[in-house]
Every structure is written in C-alpha cells, then in structure tokens.
C-alpha cells in the first residue's frame, strides 16, 4: 500500500513503498541554493551567446578590400522549345545556356601550360637526337620483322643445323611463314626473292625459295625439313635447286693469276678478268642429330649438274675471248660451247659451339670441321678429297655484349688422280670480306672481328680480313687484306642480314645479305 503522510511541523514528508514499513524521505532544498544554481545558468548562458557571436574585428588598413564570392547560380530547369514536348527533353544534356557559359570558364588547355618555358638541354644531347633520328628507320622496321624469332627458328630448322631443345618450333599444320631475301656480292647482280616455309605434322615443315637477279639470273630451291626432339634432337632435310647466274668473274688460278703459268691467257685480248654464266640443277639429302647440348654431327650427299658458257652480254669478256679455250677445267670448251659435267659428293661434318645464342654477340668458343668426297658421273674420272676448318673465340671486352672475335678458316682439296678439278669446286675465299676474285686447291683466312649490341636484335661490326690461297702449303702466296665496318641483323639462332663496307687494294666494296641462309662451313650450299 503506497500513501503519503504529511508532518506539517517538520516540512519532511515520508512515502511508503510496501506495508513491510520501507520508508524514504526527501528534504526541499534551501531558497539560497536555488538562488545560486539560476544565477549560475543566466552567466553561462550570456559567455555561450558571446562566444557563438564575437564583435567584429577592427579591419587592417594594409589588408586587401574584402570582395565577397558571387551567389550561386539556381539550378536551371529544364524547359522545352514550343515545337518539342517536355517529356523529349533528355535528363542528361545540359541546356545551352549552361554549356557555353562553361566553354567560357574553360581554363587554358593543359597542353599549352606545362609550366616548362625552356627544356633543360645538356652537352651531348644534339647528337644523341641526331642519332635517334637517323636509327627511327631502322628500329621500327627491324621491331617488326625480328622481333618474332620464331620466325627465324623455322627457316633454321630448314638449315644444316640442328635446334637446341628449348628453340624447336611448334608449327601449327597449314601455318604459313613468308619472309623477304636480298643478296648483293661484289662481282656478282643484286638479287632479290622471297622465303615461304609451311608447318605441317609432327615437325615437319615445307619451305619454298625464289629470286632473281634480271635477266639470265634466277633461282628455285624447294625443301622438305624433318625436326624432332626426342631421343634425341635431329633434323632429317631432302631439297632441290634450279639457278642461273651470269656475269660471274674469273681470273685464273693463284694468288697472282697474272703471273700464274697455269692461266692461259689469249694473245689478243687485253682483258685480264673473264665473265662465265653458271647453271646448276642440284639435289641434296642430309641429316644431324645433338648428342649433347653444345655439339652437332651432320651426314649429307649431293648431286649436281654443272653447266659453263661464255656470259651472252660481256662480249670481250666472256670466258672463251680472255682464256684460249679448252685451258680452263670446267670452262667452255669453243668460243659458242658450254661445259657439262655431273659430280656427287658425300660430306660427314662435325661443330662445336658453346655460346648460348649462335647470332646475338655471346661469349664462348667455336670449332667445326667436314670431311668430303667427291666423284664425276658422266664419264670423266675426276676425283677429289676435301677438308674444311674453322675455329672462333668470342671474348668479351668490358661488357657481356661487347664481343672481340679471332677466327681461323681453311679448306683444302686434294686430286684422287690425274684430272684436273672444275674451277668452279676449287676453294675460294671463305669468309673474305674483300673481292673474292682468287680461288685455288688451298684456301686459309684469318680474321678479327668486334661486335657490339646497340639495340634489339642489331649489333655494330669492325673487322680486318687477311686471305691467301695456293696449290699447296708452300706455295701459299702474298695475302690480301681487307678492313671495314657494318651491321649485322639476328635472332636467337643465327644472323638473319647483314650489310658491309670493306676497304681493301681492290677498292671499296659493299656487301649485303638478308634471309639468305649462311653455309656453316658445310660445302653443300656454297654459293
């Protein structure tokens, strides 16, 4: 039961809460208090008043007059032309109005503010610019071509040369690869052509080769390459070839043909340089295989018919007028006849070559060497034994791809009997990068060479070439020299072009290769 009970006397009233006799008791407070808590709360509320709205400051007379902000604009509201429903109007476009007060406030275009009023330019920096300008051209184009080196990998794979087992190709069957080939040679035409390879199954590959140099001069080779990796990594290569080639030079046999009394030279002529058409229909079928990581074997044969006359526009040139006729093994025999003469020949060949990459300047060392025998068929018993070497060091010169080359070549044949050889098999001189003018049974070249990467895939080349060639060791006579510079272009298996200039007592020559397959020393493919 809740009840109040007042006690008059005492101003104290009691409340209680259950019947159990709970009491509280609650006291008023006294007048002053209250008094005290009201004065306490007006006080607080004037300093919050004054606080939130403090008097103005007395303005600074050095200060900048106060300009206030322009007021927003309202927001616009979109109406309608009297010919156009306001439902038509699109949300999302603003009106006119509005768009070209914003192309007003447009600031300036970034473009034309960069905040750079002179660029800083340092001591170097104009033939740095004229060297970009100058290597645009070739970048670009080079950046297309080359940077698909699995291009290259499937024309290497068409080569005597068997891919590593990280570099074998995965043609797609029906796959088409085209690529373009040019080939300039002192004494001998420019030549241009094309290369089209096609992945089939399995690793096989069909490639198709054309060019042409003019009239009299054309070429045709078709080829059917094989390329596994396991057991172990082989190439298996059948191929045919049809060219014709004219104006070719000849000057006798020897270091000095002037002076060599092998050379017959006609009476009436003043001409001391021959010019010959060469026709050749040639097969060839090969194999190799890579027992281990740095080293290639290679077994091939070859037969082709050779057929020589005298060049139909040279004139006085031509072979039959410079040498009497008959006196050049292989030449015409009559001044209106033409040579014929059919020779297989069998070569076992053998590299070893530990750079990582075969085209890129890499360190490492190289060495290959062939082993070749050669037999008439049409009735001559002409015979003959060839041994070929070449041996590199690549040695880099204070960076990795700053790579200094000596190298050493020999070829040498040796008659099986009494016939003499075709001039057309003796050895000339490989890997001179002067005039190859000379050619003899003995053939050694020395050279040094230094390459230098500046950009993908293209490297910068000096080189100084010394050759001569004899009938036999002791009678190897004065050698020629030869030094220039150029610029070769590779992927990751082998050099894909080059260009050169050499200057040597011939005079100045300028040679130029590109996706034309290099030999490798093998005499299968000498051009």
């Known amino acids: 039961m809740n009840r109040w009970q007042a006690r008059p006397s005492s101003k104290v009233y009691t409340m209680a809460v259950s019947p159990a006799g709970a009491e509280y008791t609650w006291k008023p407070p006294h007048l002053r208090c209250t008094l005290a808590a009201a004065v306490a709360a007006f006080v607080y509320a004037i300093a919050s008043s004054a606080w939130a709205h403090p008097p103005p400051a007395t303005p600074n007379p050095l200060d900048p007059p106060y300009i206030p902000p322009p007021a927003e604009p309202p927001p616009p509201v979109d109406t309608a032309p009297p ?53 645009a051209p070739p970048r670009e184009s080079f950046a297309v071509l080359f940077t698909l080196t699995r291009t290259m990998t499937v024309l290497a794979e068409q080569q005597q040369l068997v891919p590593k087992l990280n570099q074998f190709t995965k043609e797609k069957r029906g796959e088409i ?62 191929e045919a070839l049809y060219d ?5 030079q000849y000057l006798g046999l020897g270091q000095d ?49 050779h057929i020589v006359d005298d060049s139909p526009d040279d004139g006085g040139r031509a072979m039959s007028f410079v040498f009497q006729p008959g006196s050049v093994p292989g030449g015409p025999p009559t001044f209106d006849g033409a040579s014929r003469a059919t020779i297989v020949y069998s070569e076992v060949a053998a590299r070893l070559d530990t750079r990582i990459d075969r085209g890129a300047p890499r360190e490492g060392a190289f060495a290959e060497g062939y ?23 690549f040695l880099s010169l204070y960076r990795k791809t700053n ?35 000379r050619r003899d049974q003995l053939s050694t070249t020395a050279s040094l ?13 000096l080189f100084v070439d010394v050759n001569t060639v004899g009938s036999e060791l002791a009678k190897l006579g004065l050698p020629r020299w030869a030094v220039g510079f150029g610029m070769d272009i590779y992927a990751s298996l082998q050099d894909i072009g080059s260009w050169a200039f050499s200057f040597s007592p011939d005079g100045v020559g300028f040679f130029l290769s590109f996706g034309v397959p290099n030999s490798f020393g093998d005499r299968q493919h000498k051009e």
Not at 263 to 268: K, L, P, T, Y
Not at 285 to 292: A, E, K, L
Not at 409 to 425: A, K, M
């Open 83 to 135: 010919d156009q429903d306001a439902s038509t109007v699109s949300p999302d476009e603003p009106p006119e109005e509005e768009q070209a007060a914003a192309h007003k406030r447009r600031a300036i275009d970034p473009a034309e503010v960069t905040g750079i009023v002179t660029p800083e330019r340092e001591r170097g920096d104009t033939m740095r610019e004229v060297g970009n300008v100058l290597l």
């Open 449 to 461: 060479d230094y390459r230098w990467g500046f950009a993908p895939q293209i490297s910068g080349r």
């Open 244 to 248: 014709m080639r004219t104006s070719l």
């Open 177 to 238: 690869t085209l690529f373009p080939t040019m080939f300039f040679d002192p004494g001998r035409r420019p030549s241009v052509g094309g290369f089209m390879v096609t992945g089939g199954p399995g690793g096989l590959s069909t490639s198709l080769r054309v060019g042409t140099g003019g009239p009299n001069e054309a070429l045709l080779e078709t080829r059917i390459a094989l390329a596994r990796s396991t057991p172990l990594p082989f190439t298996a290569v059948a």
């Open 257 to 305: 043909p002037e002076k060599d009394l092998r050379n017959r030279f006609r009476d009436m002529t003043r001409y001391r340089e021959a010019r010959y058409r060469h026709q050749r229909v040639r097969a060839i079928v090969s194999g190799g295989i890579r027992p281990s990581e740095n080293t290639e074997l290679f077994v091939s044969s070859s037969y082709t018919t």
């Open 403 to 437: 790579i200094i080359a000596p190298k050493l070549v020999v070829d040498w044949l040796q008659p099986l009997n009494r016939t003499p050889i075709p001039f057309y098999e003796l050895a000339r001189e490989t890997d001179f990068r002067g005039f190859h003018t």
């Open 371 to 393: 082993l070749g025998y050669a037999a008439a068929v049409n009735g001559s018993d002409m015979q003959y034994g060839r041994f070929g070497f070449r041996g590199a060091l």
